[in-house]
């Protein structure tokens, strides 16, 4: 079956265009203002962490405030290409089996002892082992860590591994490097974390608030903000998280001003922002997230074990009545696994089915559908989820059907959708830059099991870093998904950030993660 | 007198006992894997099951009881499954918000509820007395919480009389922290008053129809004297069971209202970790409120004695 | 005659009609609402109340008053069925402690003691916690915690009743234990049980919202009132008034419970005046 081209517009470059001229607008409005140094932002957190140990938790929340205070060895740009931090250059040696970094000379700790290999050492010999990372088995590629000299690290792998950089430039947890001596004084169980970065860990009360404080004696890289990568310079003195879990509350906050930025505005108060809050003083910002967000077939069930079936859900389900439902309209459209931001993303990937209701009949007539009950599996604990599913189901039921929405808890549907148990559900995967690991979702749901072929190529693309052929087998992926359907991806949902005008430098990024240097206040 | 009140508190250890089991139970009996919560949405089976085991979620149930109990009798109420946190420490963080909430609350309804209940009751069959009475059926009927989330609507949001969110704490800033905590208390402590305030009014009518009282009043002791040293200090009692019951309910209250005013106590914190699925934190907060309660009851029954002749020490 | 009287006492009477109204409007829930309270609309997400939407709409562009309408059936339904269930497990457990005394007595009433060591919400709270929120398991959990008090009630009526001679008559006559708990115990203590009842259904109204509203009650999309105050509360910014409408249909539903309990109070049991 040949690809069915359907034209959508590039919101996500829409999305750029606006930004940038907004940042425009606001440049010449201001008259290009001087950074100004000091000031307190409040900033909110949509819950409480749950740690100060860097590697402890997965949880996104832990790496929005420890990514201000620890640094990783390497990280992504605004592009998620991979650049260095705490090293100030890296290298692979040609059969990437041994990476080689080289340190920033004179950096310091926050307890003022100067970062060393040892430090490194420790720190990634700490990310390997599942006791102390929650995602050690980003590690199990690593056969040792050397420290060469004061400044030099080797990191030699197993086996050739072109992908590792991804796991060291981890959006969460953060793969933080830590004060070896600071962490053995601890005894292991961090309670007062000591990183590089550009802030310090002050003080963290339990859902009452985690205060950071300028960090003076920071030294990292030069050349311009990009992504988590370039300058980090701290203008603020004082960096206040306070837990807020309630949407409503976080938007009363930062009306009131007892908050100044909030980092996931949600969309439905956007029409209230548009008509009232963008005249009080306070800025939105879009852009298009990573976070790929969808319908998965669990494709050795019964119903959607059938092609002719899920082909004829594909003609069936609107992706972008999917993402209107889920986000508001707040959303990128991609039927991809690779978000728009990525650098990996070409044209292609926006290749999808264009909704026929006839079509769709047809194809289902074909499967030998006899009005079995089929279940769409979601759950109310992501609220996108829980519409998209609704969407979803409404199409389905269009399509003659016999759909059933089950709202099921949030451990619940992770546990059917990592072991492929459902016939449909809706949900939201995690952001992942390397396209590779974003394609192995497909083993959860089984397709892999099912379609040997595709999990060939995604082997293939794990073996090489060569950037053009690897484009070229994620594309040979997506087309099998267009061809096999092993799901219907509606989206990447957009990130919106809401601020008061006093807050300026303020970029969003596609991880969601805020960034608070280069960040100033003019109150 | 001594005796009474060991006596009072071995008879505790049976329920305190059953209150320990069932909890337990209750907390096993919760659908969905802590491990897969914990390890977020991109795990893999292989993590989730390791991660099972050294949780020693995978031993059989009792011996999974038995080391439980053992370790609360030492005072390790566990450890969280998601911060890593020992439960007791999170807890002497959080109760004391809780504490000073439902403290409030109860100072509140006292002060609302004992002198309009006096005055109801003096004032019987009056249209104050009817005032009250539409008053009070009307404070049991309003769910406390609905009301917190209009008092933040207006006050909040509307006036900017009060934060709608953060905490300070009043013990460490008396005034300020008080700004925190006076609507989520008001709201909290309505039930309470107008329970209160109704147990108030009915007995001091029956302790106004006794004879001593009448007797009172003859030897020409002011109305006020009469109320205040005689009639007062008898329908305290009844009143005292009420009140201590009452103060057990503000505690479950506060569950909900520290939720709607996104205060960091005991009550939020139970909340989140039920989300979380967080299997020890959620049997350490309600052991802890449980055996709270058990205390307050047992406080209340000694008070009782204190303020009701009628009862000796036996 | 008994009915005579409470409807002659105004706070009754107006508590009867409140209550009636209330039943009214759940019975005739499809008539009175003029939408489907389950139907996504995601043209009209979280508009204000206009002449179509009389109270606005949610996020999911569902009408609130249909919601709230609806609301009316499961909220009566679970309040209902839950005080059902407290008052069997209550009578069950409650007439054994009593008639059979002993170590039967024993333990029962330290399990009713442990049940009563918790707040009753907070009970409610660790049951659905462990049961997950789902219809029945709130009926369930409210059902389990207030059977205690039923039992308490039911006990004491027993223990003042059993030695009474027309008990002691009826044994010798040779009649089974449950015979005599159901011909000659259970009906002299009818009076405190309807009271007890009454007033849990003003209780249970209450629990039912709160649990809704911390996400632990009827799961959504049930337009139970607690939901769809839960609902109202992440838009309270933007729909004010989505929060105000469930939360009077609460109160009302509750007042009406609350005055009959009263009214029947003073009918029944004229020495709580």
Known sequence: MSAIRSKMKMRGVAICLVAALVLLGAGSLWAAPQPKAGGEIKVRLNTDITSVDPLASPAMVNAVVLNHVFEPLLAYTTNLKIVPVVAQSWEASKDYKTYTFHLIKGKKFHNGAELTSEDVKFSVERMMNPKTCARAKLFTGVAKVEAVDKYTVRILMKKSSPGFPNSLAYVAPVMAIMCKAEVEKQGGQITHPVGTGPFKFMEWKPDRHVILEKFAGYKGQSGARDGMGGERVAYLDKVTFLPISEESVAVMALVNKEVDLVHSFPQKYMKKYKSDYSKQGMVVQEVAGLVWVGAHFGVTRPVVDNLKFRQACAYALSIKSMAKAAFMGYATINPSAIATANQYYTPYFKEWYAPDMAKAKQLLKESGYKGQEVVVDTTKKYSYMYRMAVAVHAQLKALGVNAKLNVIDWPVLLKKHLKGQSQIHTFGAAPMPDPALAYAYLKRNKFMEVYPEAEKLRQEAMATADFKVRQKIFEKIHKICIEQVPWVISCNYNYLNAFRDYVHGYQVLSTGMPRLWGVWLSK | ?314 | MFLKRLLKNKIGLIGVIVIGLNIAVALAAPLLATHDPLTINLEAQAVPPSAQHWFGTDEYGRDIYSRVIYGSRISLYICLLSVVLATVGGVATGAAAGYFGGLVDNVIMRCMDALMSFPAILLAIAILAALGPNLYNVIIALGVVYVPRFARIVRSSVLSLKEKEFVEASRAMGNGNIYIIFRHILPNCTAPLIVQATASLAYAILAESSLGFLGLGAPPPAPSWGNILSDARNFMMENPMMTVFPGVAITLAVLGFNLLGDALRDVLDPRLK
């Open chain 2, 1 to 314: 007198m001594l005796k009474y009140i060991l006596k009072r508190i071995i008879y505790l250890i049976p329920t305190i006992g059953m209150v320990a089991v069932m909890v337990f139970l209750l907390i096993h009996m919760i659908p969905g894997d802590p491990a897969l919560v914990m390890l977020g949405n991109d795990a893999t089976p292989q993590d989730v099951e390791a991660l099972r085991d050294a949780l020693g979620l995978n031993q059989p149930l009792y011996q999974q009881f038995f080391l439980w109990v053992g370790r609360v009798l030492t005072g390790d109420f566990g450890v969280s499954i998601h911060s890593k946190v020992p439960v007791l420490t999170s807890i002497a963080d959080r109760f004391p918000v809780t504490l000073s909430l439902t403290t409030l609350a109860l100072v509140f309804s006292l002060i609302v509820s004992i002198p309009s209940g006096v005055l109801a009751a003096v004032k019987h069959n009056t249209k104050s007395d009817y005032m009250f009475m539409l008053g009070t059926i009307l404070g049991v009927s309003v769910p406390g919480f609905w009301l917190g989330l209009l008092c933040l609507l207006v006050f909040s949001v509307q006036l900017g009389w009060f934060p709608s969110t953060g905490f300070v704490a009043i013990w460490e800033n008396f005034w300020e922290g008080l700004r925190y905590l006076l609507l989520p208390a008001v709201t909290l402590g309505l039930f309470m008053a107008a329970v209160v305030a109704r147990m108030v009014r009915s007995s001091m009518l029956e302790v106004l129809r006794l004879e001593y009282v009448t007797h009172a009043r003859a030897k020409g002791l002011s109305e006020w004297k009469v109320i205040n040293k005689h009639a007062l200090k008898n329908a305290f009692a009844p009143a005292l069971t009420t009140i201590g019951i009452q103060y057990g309910m503000l505690l479950g209250g506060a569950v909900i209202t520290e939720t709607v005013f996104s205060l960091p106590g005991l009550g939020k914190y139970l909340v989140v970790a039920i989300n979380m699925r967080d299997y020890p934190v959620v049997q350490g907060c309600i052991l802890f409120i449980a055996l709270v309660y058990v205390l307050i009851n047992l406080v209340v029954d000694l008070l009782y004695g204190f303020f009701d002749p009628r009862i000796e020490y036996k």
